[in-house]
C-alpha cells in the first residue's frame, strides 16, 4: 500500500508541473509490463556452420536467445512481434568465413519494408563481419526481421558471430491534451529524444567525398526517425536540446568498385568540434568494407553533435547502409 500510494502522489505532483510528459514516461517504463527487449544468435553449434546461400530472399530464423523479454520474438518464424508503439534501438551483425570467396548481406525489414541493410560483398575477403544500429520508431504489431539476400551466406558457432538485438528506449505516451477520453493516441511525447538517419534518399550508388578539407561535415538525408527535431538535416548537426547520457552509433561503409582498389571508408564522430571516437577501413584488397562505432556520452544542452569526414576519406551507398542514430538514456538536468 505504501508503494501505492508513493506512485499516487508522484502523479499528482507531476500532473501539475511543467515535466509532466516526461515524467509520465518515466513513470509507466517503471512497470514490468511497458518493457520490450531481445537479443538473439544465429546458433549454438560446436562447430563453425554455414546458414544460406538461398535461391530467393529469406527471413534468418536466429534460434540461440540471450534474451526475450516480453516475449516479442518467436523462434520458429524469426519475426518479432512489437507489443507496444515506442521508439526501439535495433542492431545486427552479420559474419561469414567462407575460405573461399564470400557474400553476407542482410537487410532489416519493418513490414516487409527495408529500414537499414549490413551488407558486406567481396572477391578476395575469405572472412568478414559488419554491424549497423538503427533507432525506429514503430506501432504495436509491426513486424520486424531480418532477411538473407539471395546468394549470401552467414557463418556462426558457439561464439555467436551473428546477433540481433532490439530493445524499447521510449514509450508512445498518450497526450491528455490531445483526446485520450475520445481513444487513446500514442504520439511520442516531445521530451524524448531520438534520430537515426542513413546518407541518401534514394537506392542510386553514389559516393560523399573524397574532400580535401579535413573534417567535412557528413550531412545525413534520410530519416528514419527525428524525435524531436534535434538533427538538422541542412547542416548535419545534432543540438542536443537535454542535458543527458545519450548513445550514439555510427556505421560507414564503401564500395570500391572492383577487388584491388584502394578503399578508404573512415568517419569520425564529434562533439563540439573536438573527435571523440574514429571508424575506419583502408584496404587494398576488399573491394566493400564496414565499420561500426557505438558509444555512450554525457552531453549538455547546446552541445554539437556531428559525424565528419577526413581529408581523402569517402562513403559510397546505394540502399541505407550508411547511417547514423541517437538516443537520449537518462536525463541528468
Known sequence: KRTKDCYIRRIVYILGSDRFLISLSYF???FPGSRSAFSIALNNNSAMVSYGPFSSDSIIKYKHVFINLGDGYNVETGIFTVPRSGVYSLSVTVYSSARVTLSNCV???VNGENVAEAIERSGQDLEDSTSVVVAVQLNAGDQLSARLLQGCSLSDDINHYNTFT??????????FAQGCLGGPRTDPI???VAFSFSLFSDENFKCYGPFSEMNKIVIYKNAFLNLGGAYNMNTGVFTVPFSGVYSLAVTIFSDAGSPGNMLAACANLQVNNKVMA???EFNTNDQEDSATIVVAMHLKVGDMVTVTLSSGCYLCDES???TFSGFLLYVTE
Open 278 to 280: 574514429r571508424a575506419k
Open 190 to 192: 516531445t521530451s524524448r
Open 166 to 175: 532490439g530493445f524499447l528506449v521510449t514509450l508512445g505516451v498518450c497526450v
Open 28 to 30: 509507466f517504463s517503471a
Open 107 to 109: 537487410t532489416l525489414q
Open 320 to 322: 541505407y547502409y550508411n
